[in-house]
């Protein structure tokens, strides 16, 4: 299927582009009042995010109610670590929960690889049911956790602000961090190659928790494993997000992947210089700009793309859109990027 917005896909290669491409981390499920009364009607995101019919109306709402030129899939990180043998639970208000964790080797033997497509079918149909739905208005982003970001689930058991037992892993028994880390590996390349087979049209990986790593330990728990991927994933352009990652920017650069998100501590100029030419940038307006008026949103996403220029961008925020954003700021930013891109590219 010919898609009629193609905009994400060519900026994500390089190619020339009318104006810059926009979209939100998280758009889908947290800000609109239209997500919340499909949540309201099962049990929680679990229920919301095994029900493919209803996972892909949330996919499409921000197409049709914000005007993104793409959707990202509706599901989750910690779908993988579940399909791997771990199971999670989604706590109202304070967020995942695993009632098992890995700690040691023995606990390894209870995991598996995961296929990607007969334990995750669930987000294969969803993909399906989205890509029909959309009728090539726009592309469809697949997605996974990186596999560092993963396995810090998985060790801690929740979200920590020291992830401090993953940590100690790496240093008390770096091998089996390293057996834990090439199971995850695996598991996420099927995953996203099933993503793919069903219609994803570009990939993104995110490494939510890069920066908590020291540059050595994320070249060797990090990196190393975001590059194989990228090596597997040769059908459709990859985007890797590292928040925090902006000692690791060099390395990135070497990464076989097409676009480096960037999060908003990260200088635009300075990514540029540290990246290259060869990469697309996106980002990285400040989540809580969007917290201003109009006028101030509108201001603060011109400075972002003057500084990002008419070279290889994605406009986003830093990080996902917080939770209680008024969609109308939203729109301010898609409509103000979609208006002065134009005049910068024309
Ligand atoms: C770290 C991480 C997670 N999940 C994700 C990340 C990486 C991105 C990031 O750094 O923010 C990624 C994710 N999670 C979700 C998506 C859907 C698509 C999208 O809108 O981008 C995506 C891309 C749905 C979700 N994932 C979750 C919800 C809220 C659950 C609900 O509706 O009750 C949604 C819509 C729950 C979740 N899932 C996770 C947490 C920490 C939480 C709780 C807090 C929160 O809302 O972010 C783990």
């Not at 194989?228 to 060099?250: L, M, N």
């Amino acid at each position: 299927m010919q898609l009629k917005n193609d905009l994400l896909l060519r900026a994500a290669r390089g190619e020339k582009v009318e104006r810059t491409p926009v979209w939100l981390m998280r758009q889908a499920g947290r800000i609109l009042p239209e997500y919340r009364a499909v949540r309201n009607s099962v049990s929680g995101f679990i229920e919301l995010a095994q029900t493919p019919a209803l996972a892909a109306e949330v996919t499409i709402q921000p197409v049709d109610l914000l005007g993104v030129d793409a959707a990202i899939i509706f599901s989750d990180i910690l779908v993988i670590p579940e399909a791997m043998g771990l199971p999670y639970e989604m706590i109202e208000k304070r967020g995942p929960r695993f009632p098992n964790t890995v700690a040691s080797a023995a606990d390894l033997k209870n995991l598996r690889v995961a296929d990607g497509v007969n334990d995750l079918s669930y987000v294969i149909e969803a993909i399906k049911i989205s890509k029909k739905a959309l009728n090539g208005r726009v592309p469809l982003i697949g997605f996974a956790g990186a596999p560092w970001t993963i396995f810090a689930y998985m060790v801690e058991g929740s979200g920590s602000k020291t992830f401090s037992k993953s940590r100690a892993m790496l240093y008390q028994d770096p091998e089996l961090a390293e057996e834990l880390l090439e199971m995850i590996t695996q598991s996420t390349i099927n995953y996203l190659k099933a993503q793919i087979a069903a219609g994803a049209d570009i990939v993104q990986l995110f490494d939510s928790w890069a920066g908590i790593l020291p540059p050595d330990h994320y070249k060797k728990f990090s990196l190393k494993y975001i590059s194989r991927i990228c090596d597997a994933i040769t059908e459709v352009p990859v985007t890797v997000f590292a928040k925090g990652a902006f000692f690791a920017r060099e390395e990135m650069a070497k990464l076989n992947c097409e676009t480096i998100g960037l999060d908003w501590n990260m200088g635009i100029q300075e990514s540029r210089r540290l990246i290259g030419e060869g990469k697309t940038l996106q980002g990285n307006l400040d989540p809580a700009a969007l917290y201003g008026s109009d006028s101030e949103v509108e201001a603060a996403t011109k400075r972002m793309l003057d500084q990002f220029g008419t070279g290889r961008h994605i406009a986003n925020l830093g990080h996902g859109v917080y939770p209680d954003i008024n969609p109308e700021k939203v729109k301010v930013f898609i409509n103000t990027v979609k208006e002065y891109s134009s005049k910068l590219r024309a």
